[in-house]
DNA sequence: TCTACTTTGTTGTCAATGACTACATTGGCA
DNA sequence: TGCCAATGTAGTCATTGACAACAAAGTAGA
């Protein structure tokens, strides 16, 4: 045989690459910590060491996955130069990430919904409304928007967007583009947030 | 042994009822066509003469799942007088369903979104949409909502919508609470609607 | 009524899986 | 050098989904 060291070295980041690969063309389900460990070239016990059961490698995969996200994000969040814009390229990288990767958008969502998910998942997963928010308070205090709670008005940009996001990713938008879905939301969303919400409505 | 009937009768019915118990009180991955088998008393190979295999009774499940939803819908459509009051109705219908059972909506939407749904759950998935546009179309010809077309419209407000059930069901509004979220969700779509989206921006 | 046929349910079996345990090898550290 | 925790291996077990052979119950026609 060939000299296999008795140490894979880094078996943890082999088995987080591969599990991301698996889910990506056969979904969680698809996932089998054995087939893994036969993959990665490894006994079929070894995984256990790193992940203490399956969910806990689900668990690292979402949280890797958040943080990939993040960090586009944020790279929206700073380009062009006009405030709109800036916030149409925030629901843009967003949703084009989850098409990019929407196996992996089903498992960070459905894992970090789990009833027993982790502080750092849930944290890192909220991360993306913080951006949002910031983005709304810079653009009332322009006078560009409408005054309002820039708070409410970051949670209803999110779950607006994570809906498109999530429809994206499952090509659930019917005949319609992405591109076109995502813009004619941000749009309206703006459009909303510019004219102002009659407060009398929230009663 | 007390004398069991050979024949169940109305085993499919009974399958089909625990399934969604079991779904909602521990997921899709607590579901065993094994254990199911033996919460309804009946041996193991039994569910196999309703449900080719397991796919086929989450689809099942899904199926159910949107068909009782879609009642909530077309209830709420036609409630009150005002079309914005009615509009919110819907909307607070939708999420409402969400909140009820969290688990079966996760099942309803990620079966939608499987490659090889059938044409009968994607269309029965998609039934919502129509009442939307419909309603804004009706709002457009009264004047109420600026010109716009109505089918993308629908198609936005219920992916915003879309979003705020998924994040209500997974209790991911933070500290809000669904009431204030599905409602300003829906007074600034709302807003967006009536103040029109500037034909510019979408370029 | 007798008889074939279909539906529904039972029992037995198989390969695959996740989880667990006991054991072996490695590399770092005192 | 020698100890020891970390890492990987090998073996085992119960559970599961799927399948096949068989049995019972209902059904329809001569």
Redesign the interface.
């Known amino acids: 045989m060939t000299d296999q060291p008795y140490h894979h070295g880094k078996l943890r980041e082999a088995l987080l690459g591969r599990a991301m690969e698996t889910i990506e063309e056969a979904g969680v389900d698809g996932l089998s910590l054995r087939q893994l460990a036969r993959d990665v070239k490894v006994s079929h016990g070894a995984p256990a060491k790193h992940f203490r059961d399956k969910q806990a490698l689900v668990d690292a995969v979402a949280l890797a996955g958040f943080e990939s996200m993040n960090r586009r994000i944020l790279d929206a969040a700073q380009s062009g130069e006009d405030l709109?814009e800036r916030f149409v390229s925030v629901g843009k990288a967003y949703v084009d990430f989850a098409v990019d990767h929407p196996a992996l958008l089903?498992v960070m969502?459905?894992t970090?919904?789990h009833p027993d998910s982790s502080e750092e998942l849930r944290s890192t997963g909220?991360q993306g409304i913080h951006v949002a928010r910031a983005m709304i308070a810079e653009a009332q205090q322009a006078g560009v928007l409408a005054a309002g709670d820039p708070e409410?008005?970051a949670?209803?940009c999110?779950?607006?967007?994570?809906?498109?996001?999530?429809?994206a990713?499952?090509?659930?938008?019917?005949g319609?583009s992405v591109e076109?879905?995502v813009?004619?939301?941000t749009?309206?969303?703006?459009?909303?947030?510019?004219?102002?919400?009659?407060a009398a409505?929230?009663n």
């Open positions: 709109r089903t969502y459905s970090k919904h909220a409410t008005l949670m209803v999110f779950v607006s967007l994570h809906g498109t996001a999530l429809l990713a499952g090509g659930q938008l019917d319609n076109y879905v813009t004619a939301t749009d309206t969303l703006w459009a909303g947030m510019a004219a102002g919400v009659p409505q929230l």
